[in-house]
Structures are given as structure tokens and as C-alpha cells.
């Protein structure tokens, strides 16, 4: 069960991430994730509703809060990367995410092993490939690559919040409700600040109505993403559910070079695999 559900999540997110780039091409990145969880928000509030899973709100869920209050920014950022591209070196690079809750392993007293340590290696001279240098051809800005980083240490934190705001199925419910409620809360707020100060909330043409069912999808697949990873962790071994999750930016990257057609330079490629390589030695070291 560990593994099915691990994969699923891997495969969730990978799409979720695939559709939120395409968005962002489209809309600016903050309505994006403003309306994608308003859907969530939506669906979770029938749920939670449907489940009885108030009856498991307790002092847990302010795991699922301080989730919701970082979940934004991290997916700005990423979505912003994702924009600017290419996927295929974006995404592997956001996986690096997982030596989060690595690192509060550690704090808790946790010793990282020789797997460990050399995972950060490659996972570093993964990032310092995926950016340069630069010889010929498109290069991949510096401001996506820190947008990416940024996002990476987002979703890290999330999973570990999150993994600590329930420890049932209702209670799971409830605590991605609360998480999503936060983000549009965290999200719109920031949304309007930006309009404020003179950015647009909608495209030229006004709001693309014809994009509203992608928005859905990403916003319930990042939601349901979520939910399979912590069913995954409960279930069987962290770190075998770690490792097979981290696996979404091949998802990613495969729809990206089948929808998009992205070609990436032989040192993209080679960066943006130690990224995924070192992301897996980092979990199962």
C-alpha cells in the first residue's frame, strides 16, 4: 500500500505541476493558485462535511495552518519557474524538496548515513549543472533556478508539516481543508497587495474561463497529491514512500517533451538527473 500510494502522489504531482506551468504562461501565477485551491477549498469543505472529520479538530491542526501559510509562496515560486523553464530542468530541481524533512530528522536527533552525505553532494552539483554554464543555446535564467530552490524548501517544509497535522483519514480531510483554506487566504491577500500596487489579476483579455477545468484539475490534484503522501508515510516506511513520491518530475518532464516538445542540452539533462538522483540518495540514505 505504501507503494501505490507513494506512486500515485508521484504521478499527481507530476501533472499538477505540468498543468500549473501551462497556466502561468497564460495568467499571472498568483491567480493561478488563488482559483486552483478556491476549487480545493470547495470540494474538501463536502468532504469534511460528509466524513464527520470536524470531530478531529484538535490542537494538530495548527501543523496544517503554518502548511497552508507556506504552501503559497512555494507554489508562486514554483509555478513562476515553471513559467520561465524549461520544465525539464525546473521540476527535478523542486524535488530536492524532500531533504526537508530530512533535516528535521536530524534536529529530532536522527544521524544522517553515507547515503545521505553523498546525496547532497550530487543534489548540489546537480543545481550548479542545471544553471551553467551556459555554451550555446537557450540558457536556464538564474531567477528560475532560485525561484525553484526557494519552491524546494517550500514543499519540503509542507510535507513535513503536513505529515504531522493528523493521524487518520478524517482528521486527513480536515487538515487539508485547513491547509487550503490558509493558502486562499494567504494567497488572496497577497494577490491583492499585488494589484494594489499596479500588477494584473487577469490576463488582457479577461479571465479564461476556458482554462477553468485545468485550474480544477490542479488545484484537486495538489490536494489529493498531499493526501496519498501521507497516507503513504503512515502506512509503511517514510523513506520508502519518500523515495518513490520524489519521483514526480520525471512525470514532468516526460510531459513536457511529449506536449511541448522541449529539447534540453546534453548539461541540463545531466544536472536535472543528479537532481533526481541525489533526491533519491538524500531519502533512502
Known amino acids: 500500500m505504501t507503494a501505490l500510494f507513494a506512486l500515485a502522489t508521484s504521478v499527481l504531482w507530476g501533472l499538477a505541476d505540468f498543468g500549473g506551468g501551462l497556466l502561468t504562461r497564460r495568467a499571472p501565477a498568483l491567480t493561478v493558485v488563488v482559483v486552483s485551491q478556491s476549487i480545493a477549498v470547495a470540494v474538501l469543505g463536502v468532504v469534511v462535511v460528509a466524513t464527520g472529520g470536524w470531530s478531529e479538530a484538535g490542537p494538530q491542526l495548527w501543523f496544517a495552518v503554518a502548511a497552508g501559510l507556506v504552501g503559497p509562496v512555494a507554489m508562486l515560486a514554483f509555478y513562476k ?9 525546473v521540476s ?36 550548479c549543472l542545471a544553471g551553467g554554464p551556459q555554451f550555446r543555446g537557450a540558457p536556464v535564467q538564474r531567477q528560475a533556478i532560485a525561484l525553484t530552490l526557494l519552491a524546494a524548501f517550500g514543499f519540503g517544509a509542507v510535507m513535513a508539516l503536513i505529515a504531522e497535522a493528523s493521524t ?19 494567497g488572496g491577500l497577497a494577490l491583492y497587495v499585488s494589484v494594489r500596487r499596479g500588477a494584473p489579476a ?24 498531499n493526501g496519498t503522501y501521507s497516507i503513504a508515510a503512515q502506512q509503511g516506511p517514510v523513506t520508502v514512500a519518500a523515495v518513490l513520491a520524489s519521483l514526480y ?19 541540463q539533462a545531466a544536472g536535472a538527473g543528479l537532481a533526481l538522483v541525489g533526491t533519491v540518495l538524500l531519502a533512502s540514505g
Do not use: H
Open 81 to 89: 519557474a515553471l513559467a520561465l523553464g524549461p520544465m525539464g530542468v
Open 92 to 127: 527535478p530541481l523542486g524535488s530536492i524538496g524532500v531533504a526537508v524533512p530530512v533535516g528535521v530528522g536530524l534536529v529530532l536527533g536522527e544521524r544522517p548515513g553515507l547515503l545521505q552525505f553523498v546525496g547532497i553532494l550530487v543534489a548540489v552539483a546537480g543545481v
Open 168 to 186: 487518520t483519514l478524517t482528521g486527513l480531510f480536515l487538515a487539508l481543508f485547513v491547509q487550503r483554506v490558509t493558502n486562499v487566504a494567504a
Open 202 to 225: 487577469l490576463p488582457a483579455d479577461g479571465f479564461p474561463w476556458r482554462t477553468l477545468p485545468a485550474l480544477a484539475f490542479v488545484g484537486l490534484a495538489d490536494v489529493a497529491a
Open 249 to 267: 518530475p520525471v512525470v514532468t518532464a516526460v510531459a513536457a517533451r511529449g506536449f511541448l516538445r522541449e529539447r534540453l542540452r546534453a548539461i
